[in-house]
């Protein structure tokens, strides 16, 4: 089956520091992949998407690129603020299938 | 627009009680997604429908839940009877058609079963 395995948190940086969050995925095909941040007390929102290999999302400074030969879609970002402090989420969607599979979240605290 | 809109957004009853979390997606979408979100579990997908239809709802955890999806801007999710380990966070989402189309989430529900 699916599935979508990320990077343990939680994750704590100074701010202006270098993020990665790794995330791998299981599936047949050609997925589509999302990274979704979830805020405190908020529900959860699309930062950015790729729907083929090689694509790269972004979105607010983050980047992640869809690697299918290792099956990876790490989210990066080169200088984080302390606004970005949440946790972030990496999924898949099968072609022509509606529901999203989640990882496992990673929760982010960035320090001032 | 007003996004996905969640009620109520916190819940607490007694273990037993018939709890009912309402979702008002977002005009024109034609899928519904309901979510739970635990610390142990994660987010997993309980149910989802398309143009109202239920899909796939092998993630309902048992037959304690159901949810229903009367007309293109309603849904509702019902546990009854309540459980303790029922609590959790209830997310709705909604998305178009499209097949790269990204859901969009509610604030979810808080649910607390004493």
């Known amino acids: 089956g699916n599935s979508v395995t990320q990077m343990e948190g939680p994750v704590t940086l100074s701010e202006e520091a270098f993020l990665t969050i790794n995330c791998t995925y299981t599936a047949t095909g050609y997925p589509s992949l999302f990274w979704y941040v979830q805020y405190p007390g908020e529900g959860l929102q699309l930062l950015l998407k790729a729907t083929k290999a090689d694509d790269k999302g972004s979105n607010k400074g983050f980047e992640a690129t869809y690697r299918k030969e290792t099956t990876s879609f790490h989210l990066e970002k080169g200088s984080v603020q302390v606004s970005d402090s949440a946790v972030y989420f990496c999924a898949l969607k099968k072609n022509a299938a509606r529901q999203l599979t989640f990882g496992s979240g990673t929760q982010l605290t960035v320090l001032p | 627009d007003a996004g996905v809109i969640q009620s109520p957004r916190h819940e607490v009853t007694e273990m037993g009680q018939e709890v009912t979390l309402r979702c008002k997606p977002i005009?024109?979408?034609?899928?519904l997604f309901w979510y739970r979100q635990t610390m142990m579990r994660g987010l997993e997908l309980l149910i989802y429908?398309?143009?109202?239809?239920?899909?796939?709802d092998s993630g309902m955890p048992e037959d304690r839940f159901s949810a229903k999806m009367p007309n293109a801007s309603f849904s509702t999710l019902k546990i009854q009877p309540s459980e303790p380990r029922d609590s959790a966070v209830y997310f709705c989402?909604?998305?178009?058609?499209?097949?790269?189309?990204?859901?969009?989430f509610g604030p979810g529900t808080r649910l607390t079963v004493l």
């Open positions: 429908f398309n143009n109202n239809v239920p899909i796939d």
């Open positions: 005009s024109g979408h034609n899928s």
């Open positions: 989402a909604s998305s178009l058609p499209r097949e790269k189309d990204e859901q969009f």
